[in-house]
């Protein structure tokens, strides 16, 4: 007999969830999606606000930064394993944490941001411009950063309170390595398919996702974590991938975490595919407790996740313009910046 192919496949679950109680079915999953992501996003918000602590603290642990070399005037550090490669990123997420603001609300949608030129980059030297020579910000270029949701600044502001950032950057490495162990344990309660996909992914993110060389940053420690920790709870729970009413509500919650916690530095596709890779073992091994085909698992996860991801996308730009005007549309004039095709003279 020929193996049955993608379409028979696809059909037989769709055939059930024509019915009545398919249709049940089908508005419950939605339902539970739509509120992980509503219920997600008034977390992010709520503990955005929480973090916020005294720029005085985060300007010491800056002073001390510099004075130790921990800091430098180097945006990029190349094959730097201590203190990672994006110190661009690094000095921005320092400085949304030193700059005062107005309210709780506005640093947490909006913090400022202070630029010493018209390209808005040098953000290392804008820092120590800024809190060790303590230049007045009153003669630089300032503007709202509504970018991203700045998850990571809710991260840092948390630690920084009391490590200083040679010992935040370690406990961020620590911690990725400990989701990458975790991952690979979890696989000892997965399916063979499972198994394999989720070690290969471990040995992966050990190895050629560099993480020694990206862990230690402050913007991508964080949502490499989470990413990692994600994929361990499938490995660990992969009866997730049996049903629609589980797979999809994790799905939703898994996008919605990673852009709270992503500076366009590459979680959000990596998550994207090893989401997909990982959902697709793990329920070809559930197959035989499960009413749905595995194709139909993958394509509804991946589907909750890049929905879920667009809509906290939306959420925090609605957000950013009740706050504080049209300035929030940087997102997508960015965007088009990102995703546009560089000139001759590379503009």
Same mark, same amino acid.
């Not at 019915?19 to 997600?40: E, I, M, N, Q, Y």
């Not at 000892?188 to 398919?193: A, F, K, T």
């Not at 862990?215 to 990692?228: E, N």
């Given at each position: /007999?020929?193996?049955?192919?993608?379409?028979?496949? /696809?059909?037989?679950?769709?055939?059930?969830?024509r019915?009545?109680?398919?249709?049940?079915l089908?508005a419950?999953?939605?339902?539970?999606?739509?509120?992980v992501?509503?219920?997600?996003?008034?977390?992010?918000?709520?503990?955005?606000?929480?973090?916020?602590?005294?720029?005085?603290?985060?300007?010491?642990?800056?002073?001390?930064?510099?004075?130790?070399?921990?800091?430098?005037?180097?945006?990029?550090?190349?094959?730097?394993?201590?203190?990672?490669?994006?110190q !661009?990123?690094?000095?921005?997420?320092?400085? /949304?944490?030193?700059?005062?603001?107005?309210?709780?609300?506005?640093?947490?949608?909006?913090?400022?941001?202070?630029?010493k030129?018209?390209?808005?980059?040098?953000?290392?030297?804008?820092? !120590?411009?800024?809190?060790?020579?303590?230049?007045?910000?009153?003669? /630089?270029?300032?503007?709202?950063?509504?970018?991203?949701?700045?998850?990571?600044?809710?991260?840092?502001?948390?630690?920084?309170?009391?490590?200083?950032?040679?010992?935040?950057?370690?406990?961020?490495?620590?911690?990725?390595?400990?989701?990458?162990?975790?991952?690979?344990?979890?696989?000892?309660?997965?399916?063979?398919?499972?198994?394999?996909?989720?070690?290969?992914?471990?040995?992966?993110?050990?190895?050629?996702?560099?993480?020694?060389?990206?862990?230690?940053?402050?913007?991508?420690?964080?949502? =490499?974590?989470?990413?990692?920790?994600?994929?361990?709870?499938?490995?660990?729970?992969?009866?997730?991938t049996?049903?629609?009413?589980?797979?999809?509500?994790?799905?939703? $919650?898994?996008?919605?975490a990673v852009?709270?916690?992503?500076?366009?530095?590459g979680?959000?596709?990596?998550?994207?595919?090893?989401?997909?890779a990982?959902?697709?073992?793990?329920?070809?091994?559930?197959?035989?407790?499960?009413?749905?085909?595995?194709?139909?698992?993958?394509?509804?996860?991946?589907?909750?996740? $890049?929905?879920?991801?667009?809509?906290?996308?939306?959420?925090?730009?609605?957000?950013?313009?009740?706050?504080?005007?049209?300035?929030?549309?940087?997102?997508?004039?960015?965007?088009?910046?990102?995703?546009?095709?560089? =000139?001759?003279?590379?503009?």
């Amino acid at each position: /007999m020929a193996a049955p192919t993608l379409a028979w496949l /696809m059909k037989q679950p769709m055939r059930r969830l024509r019915s009545p109680k398919g249709d049940r079915l089908l508005a419950g999953t939605l339902t539970r999606g739509l509120a992980v992501v509503v219920l997600a996003n008034l977390f992010f918000l709520a503990l955005m606000v929480a973090a916020r602590g005294d720029p005085r603290v985060f300007a010491a642990r800056v002073r001390a930064a510099f004075e130790t070399g921990e800091l430098g005037m180097t945006d990029y550090r190349r094959f730097d394993a201590r203190r990672g490669y994006f110190q !661009h990123n690094d000095c921005l997420i320092l400085q /949304m944490l030193v700059n005062p603001d107005s309210s709780s609300l506005e640093w947490a949608v909006a913090p400022k941001v202070y630029a010493k030129n018209d390209k808005w980059n040098k953000w290392c030297a804008t820092l !120590h411009a800024l809190v060790v020579e303590q230049v007045e910000p009153s003669g /630089m270029l300032s503007e709202r950063y509504t970018r991203y949701w700045h998850g990571y600044n809710a991260v840092a502001a948390l630690a920084l309170r009391e490590l200083e950032l040679r010992d935040f950057r370690r406990l961020l490495s620590v911690t990725v390595w400990i989701a990458i162990t975790a991952l690979a344990l979890a696989t000892y309660w997965s399916g063979p398919r499972a198994r394999l996909t989720g070690l290969t992914l471990a040995v992966a993110a050990a190895t050629i996702w560099a993480v020694p060389y990206f862990a230690p940053g402050l913007s991508q420690g964080p949502g =490499d974590a989470l990413l990692v920790m994600a994929l361990a709870t499938i490995a660990a729970r992969p009866k997730i991938t049996a049903r629609l009413g589980t797979i999809v509500p994790f799905a939703a $919650g898994f996008g919605a975490a990673v852009v709270f916690l992503e500076m366009f530095t590459g979680q959000l596709p990596t998550a994207a595919a090893w989401l997909a890779a990982l959902t697709l073992a793990a329920a070809r091994d559930e197959e035989q407790q499960s009413t749905i085909a595995a194709p139909v698992v993958v394509l509804a996860a991946v589907t909750a996740f $890049g929905l879920a991801a667009a809509a906290t996308v939306v959420i925090k730009q609605v957000l950013a313009a009740a706050v504080v005007g049209p300035g929030a549309g940087e997102f997508l004039s960015h965007l088009r910046q990102y995703t546009s095709v560089p =000139d001759s003279e590379g503009n």
